[in-house]
Structure formats: C-alpha cells, structure tokens
C-alpha cells in the first residue's frame, strides 16, 4: 500500500514537472508570434503575453493530461456495469478549486495593472470619470536593453480625420503623411481628432490609444528599432476607415534632423488620399446605390506627402 501511495506521489511529481516545463517552453514561443519589439513599452507587453501564455498552457495542460491519465489508467475493466462509489462531495477539494482560480485573477489583475501604470497610457476613463481621475504618472517604460528618457525630447502634433492621418512637427513647423520618429529619444504625441472617435495603433509598439474629439491626449513612448512599420485607424470611424493607414518610420536621431531639413525646404502640396480617391470615382459612377456616404475631409496640405 505504501509502495502504491509512494508511485502515485512519484507520477503525480513528474507529470507537474513535465507540464510546468512544457508551459514554459511554450510561454517563451509567444515572442516569436508578435510583431517585432519596435518601442521600449513593447517589451513590457510581450513578458506580460508570455506569461498570460504560459499560465494558460499550464492549466490547459495540467487538466488534458489528469483527464488522460484518469481515462487511462482508471477507467472500468470490461464488462463492469456496476456503479462508483458514492462521493457526497468534498469541502478541502472545493475550497481549493474556488480559491486557486480566484488567487490566479488576482495575480493576472495585479501584473497586468503594473505594465499598465508602468506605461502610463491616458486611456477614455481619465475623461469620462473627471471626478475620479487615475493617478498615472507619464508614460515610461522602463526598458532593459535600450534607453528611456524621463522628460520628452521630441514633441509631434497628430490630427486624426476622416480619413488621414496628419503630422505636425512644430521644431520645423512643418507637415507630414509620414511619422518620423528618431529611435532611442523619448516621443511625446499631442492627438487630436477632427471628427469622429479614431484610434492610434502601431502593433509593432504595442501601442493602442482612442483619440476623443474636442479633447487633447497627450500619449508618449520610445521607439527603440528602427524601421518602417504600420499605422492603423483601430477604431471604425465611417465608409472609409480601412483607408486610414500611415508609414511610422524610425530612424536614427541624425536621419531624423537630416529629413526634417530636407521638408522644411519643400513647399506645401495636397497629400494623396485614397478616401478621397475612392469616393469621388464612386461619385462619378452613372449608377448611384443612394447610400448616403460621409465625403471624406479634403487632402491635407503637407512638406512631405509621404
């Protein structure tokens, strides 16, 4: 009997063991599913993914095989027909199974408030509950391997309309289709929307932040490799949102100052718009649907049309 309880200890011991190396193996191939780590907060997002990834493998793991081994190795001979045991319940096993999922909420909630202040993203609720505002402090990503400034160094105005993005860089007091982002400098964005609710998201950065008309965000970040990566409209903002996409190019600081001076020199010109390049070839057609569709706001006037 005691040979038997000792096994079963033994088996239960090397299952765990197996699983929870497993779960971490696969925790750690999350990283290879996202986009690359462009900004310092993506870092902060992508351990925080890795271990939601982990956590899940491990239940997921941890409740397929007991049911395989149950099944396997305790299931009725052939021919038994008879019925189990009668188990009115047990009051240790139900508060265990009640206060470890509650216990695993909470360690999720609080991990992921940490990123999350860490980042200091000013999301919708700072506006909606004026009376209740959240403490965040601005928005710093404390990031291993790559610089991160306290203070912002490069302040970018972003106006959000339907449907263009529109950049503003008042050291030049010049204009852009294209973000251009210096890498390893602290990036303060003042967002801004013309009309309607948008949202700025750059999935390489990790990044998500709804834009509210009539309201100011300031929304800041590091980036931290440079490249060339997507700018999406992650909110449905009328006919032509898909359209809504910019380039977000980051380069180094001096590739940076060297690109504001070359478009400070260029004059303003309307940018191509592919709404509005859309809708008035639909406007054109000799067959009208009688959609009534929202026209799209005129071709900023920009230094770089991108």
Partial sequence: MKIQKILNILTLLTGAIAVTVISLWIGKQSYSWLPPQAAAESLLIDDLISFLVTLGAFIFLGV?????YSAIFHRAVKDDFTDGPPIE???????????IPILLVLWIASYSYQVYEQMGIQGPSEIVHLHNPLGMESAYAEAKDAPALAEPV??????????AWVFHYPERDVTSTELHLPSDRRIRLALRSQDVLHGFYIPAFRLKQDII???????????????KYSLTDSQYSGTYFATMQANVIVESPEDYQQWLAKIATQKPSPAKN????EYAQTSNQSVQTGWVTVPPAAPPLVNSPG
């Fill in 274 to 277: 592919q709404a509005a390049a």
């Fill in 213 to 227: 008309p009539n309201h100011a965000i300031d929304f800041e970040f590091t980036p931290i490799r440079p490249g």
């Fill in 64 to 68: 397929t095989s007991t049911l395989m």
């Fill in 154 to 163: 490069e302040k970018i105005d972003v106006l959000a309309k339907q449907w």
């Fill in 89 to 99: 319940g047990n009051i240790t096993l139900e508060v265990v199974w009640t206060a």
